[in-house]
């Protein structure tokens, strides 16, 4: 029997689904045992050579190098370093996860961007220049929070003030990123302090999907959910071949983010139009109804040719584009968090039987609904 050893916290949402990907593996293909620490590697080291480990998954630390001269395999799940050449590193998508913020902000209406991060982050960067990117492509510019001194130097108490001063000097509203959910909680209470309005003010959204800390946020943290637990799962298999002797040339595992997770901290339509804000109020909160165009109009005031030529001065997109846009971004949700089969989902969201579910969700996503559950479901 493998015995494994995982000095990997778990605070955090992130390091709770990793290690539940871990188990998940060794109950399909080991037995293995563990150990696990949950303080860390720093908790552990002492006293790490009388484990006897078989191999081990942990953080990037700087005594990685010392854990090397153990002689057993070892995975790498990146936090504070770059990639770390010659091993296999767990790694999140930040490109992807930038991305998917900064598009889901751009989808809310707003002009106005901002990303607050921790500069001392390789990840953070990566989401900070993929947000901006993106944000550039649509035509606006991202303004981006740089910390005052060196991170490790400075304590919140002491940021605080820096980061309520440029919120306030932000153009409103704006949407602002955060690069993961513990950073976006914090820009919420300073802009508490700011006495900005959230959403109103600043929409934000953060990363990793900790529903412990974005429903412990007043109002509740968007946030863009990741899939810790299949990274977890696809490290532990390559662990088990690494253990048996087999050469690996991979070097990476990436985490995935999977769809975005919308709370009342970016529940709002930054469109100066209140009838079209009205309109995708109305889509939202029927978008588990089988609705259509007509539907929406008759939510509102406006005649059909009206409401649609808003939408797109305000939106750039259709009436029926926004109803299919939200209305397949649930399905994706649903695929990912539940375990309901597809008559299940189809039964859910009022289509006509599983083909009408799939053509629809092909159309919109560019792929079939297993493979978006294979791709981005949990193991």
């Not at 707003?110 to 921790?118: N, Q, S, T």
């Not at 696809?234 to 070097?251: C, H, I, S």
């Not at 990436?254 to 529940?267: C, F, K, W």
């Not at 406006?302 to 939106?315: I, M, P």
């Amino acid at each position: 029997m493998r015995n494994v050893v995982l000095p990997i916290e778990s605070s955090r949402a992130s390091g709770r689904d990793l290690l539940r990907g871990v188990a998940k593996y060794s109950r399909l293909n080991g037995p293995w045992t563990f150990y696990w620490e949950p303080g860390g590697l720093d908790d552990i080291f002492p006293h790490l050579k009388s484990l006897k480990a078989d191999g081990i998954i942990m953080r990037d630390s700087p005594l990685l190098h010392e854990v090397m001269r153990l002689g057993v395999p070892v995975i790498v799940v990146g936090h504070h370093l770059e990639k770390i050449p010659g091993m296999v590193n767990i790694m999140s998508d930040s490109r992807t996860i930038g991305r998917m913020g900064a598009e889901h902000l751009v989808k809310c209406g707003f002009h106005h961007f901002a990303y607050c991060g921790l500069d001392d982050k390789p990840w953070s960067n990566e989401r900070s220049e993929s947000f901006a990117e993106y944000v550039a492509s649509c035509g606006y510019k991202a303004e981006i929070y740089k910390q005052p001194f060196f991170p490790r130097m400075i304590s919140w108490g002491k940021e605080r003030k820096y980061l309520v001063e440029w919120l306030k000097s932000l153009p409103k509203p704006v949407g602002l990123m955060a690069c993961h959910d513990d950073r976006g909680q914090q820009v919420l209470h300073a802009c508490k302090v700011a006495r900005l309005k959230i959403p109103d003010d600043v929409a934000i959204i953060g990363v990793d999907n900790d529903e412990l800390v974005c429903n412990l946020s007043d109002p509740p943290l968007s946030s863009v959910a990741v899939n810790f637990e299949r990274g977890g799962f696809d490290g532990a298999a390559v662990l088990d071949r690494l253990m048996n002797g087999e050469k690996v040339k991979q070097d990476e595992i990436l985490v995935r983010p999977t769809h975005i997770v919308a709370r009342q901290s970016t529940d709002v339509t930054a469109v100066k139009d209140e009838i079209v804000a009205e309109a995708v109020r109305y889509i939202r909160q029927s978008a588990k109804e089988n609705i259509g165009v007509d539907d929406v109009v008759s939510a509102v005031t406006v005649s059909r040719r009206v409401l649609e030529k808003r939408f797109r001065d305000q939106l750039d997109r259709s009436i029926l584009h926004e109803i299919r846009r939200v209305r397949a971004n649930l399905i994706a949700q649903m695929l990912v968090e539940t375990n309901l089969s597809v008559s299940q989902i189809s039964l859910a969201m009022g289509f006509n039987g599983n083909e009408h579910i799939a053509r629809y969700f092909q159309r919109e996503k560019g792929m079939s609904l297993s493979a978006y559950r294979k791709t981005y479901g949990r193991r």
